[in-house]
């Protein structure tokens, strides 16, 4: 199994509140991201990093911001969270952007917004 | 548009039967590919098998097998001698040259229910 942790895995805040999740990963993979799951929709990427202080934004990016100052570490936050915002998250690595790369999941982050 | 369509948002089979869950996708680009993954009760997303655009032969991984036609744009999932730990939602992903860092994109699932 890839080695990826996430914390908190599960977390309930109130709207307006900012919170951030940690992915580390111990492959040393140069791609990170984070996607969310939601009923009906499958996984959707949020945000994306390809290397340190490298990322860019994802299909459903809005409300969302990411850094990665280490290689093993890529954080999400939540500047200001709302109920929409009340997901499942995972995060993803991969070792390169070829197609044919697999992308290894992290256990996921349960969001729960009050 | 879609780019991965899954048509069965629920499928039921017998234990030790065989089972086929079904995706299409959409893409221009050449390269692409094809992944199919596992999500069970617990949550987390287990990757299963993988297809390439330009693999002549269909992948398969112990029980599982991916019929893929390219001319018809799918890339079905083939579980052999089902077992009731198969119960499980299953996602199939591809992965283009178009999206961003080559990023997945998911079908909506299907969830499979093993009887026994």
């Known amino acids: 199994d890839a080695g990826i942790t996430q914390s908190p895995r599960h977390k309930v805040t109130e709207t307006g509140t900012p919170v951030t999740l940690r992915c580390h990963q111990t492959e040393n993979h140069r791609y990170m991201y984070w996607y969310r799951q939601d009923p009906g929709h499958g996984l959707r990427l949020i945000h994306y990093s390809y290397g340190v202080k490298d990322t860019d934004k994802g299909e459903v990016s809005d409300g969302y911001s990411v850094s990665r100052s280490k290689t093993e570490d890529f954080l999400l936050t939540l500047e200001s969270a709302t109920s929409s915002q009340t997901s499942v998250y995972f995060c993803?690595?991969?070792?390169?952007?070829?197609?044919?790369?697999?992308?290894?999941f992290g256990p996921g982050t349960r969001l729960l917004v009050l | 548009a879609q780019k991965i369509t899954q048509t069965q948002p629920g499928m039921f089979v017998q234990e030790k039967e065989a089972v086929t869950l079904d995706c299409t996708y959409d893409?221009?680009?050449?390269?692409?590919?094809l992944f199919w993954y596992k999500q069970p009760s617990s949550g987390e997303m287990i990757f299963l098998i993988y297809q390439g655009s330009y693999d002549q032969q269909n992948a398969t991984e112990g029980r599982y097998s991916l019929n893929f036609q390219k001319a018809r744009k799918s890339a079905n999932l083939v579980i052999s001698a089902s077992q009731l730990g198969d119960s499980a939602m299953y996602f199939c992903a591809m992965r283009d040259i178009s999206g961003s860092a080559r990023q997945l994109t998911f079908g909506s699932g299907t969830q499979l229910t093993v009887l026994p």
């Open positions: 993803a690595i991969s070792e390169s952007d070829y197609t044919e790369e697999t992308q290894y």
């Open positions: 893409t221009s680009d050449p390269s692409y590919g």
